[in-house]
């Protein structure tokens, strides 16, 4: 069995996410949300769809949380 880095428990279906920073192992797809999943920097959810990604670095979760940084030109991907 593989315990998962986020909770700790020791689980025999527990999976690996690998990504540029390493190899990580989870119980569940919300722990590997938790560890792996950008955040947006206006309102600091979680972004598990799409999200935007600004020209400076800035992740968002959606073209409202971005015009509140300034950056008018994202659009949604709806």
């Known amino acids: 069995m593989a315990v998962c880095e986020v909770c700790s428990n020791d689980y025999e279906m527990a999976f690996e ?41 800035q992740f968002f979760c959606c073209a409202h949380c971005a015009r509140r940084h300034g950056h008018a030109q994202l659009v949604d991907h709806a």
């Open 17 to 57: 996410v690998r990504t540029a920073d390493g190899t990580h192992t989870f119980d569940s797809l919300e722990c590997a949300a938790q560890r792996i999943a950008p955040t947006c920097d206006n309102c600091g959810c979680r972004i598990l769809g799409h999200g935007l990604q600004a020209t400076d670095g």
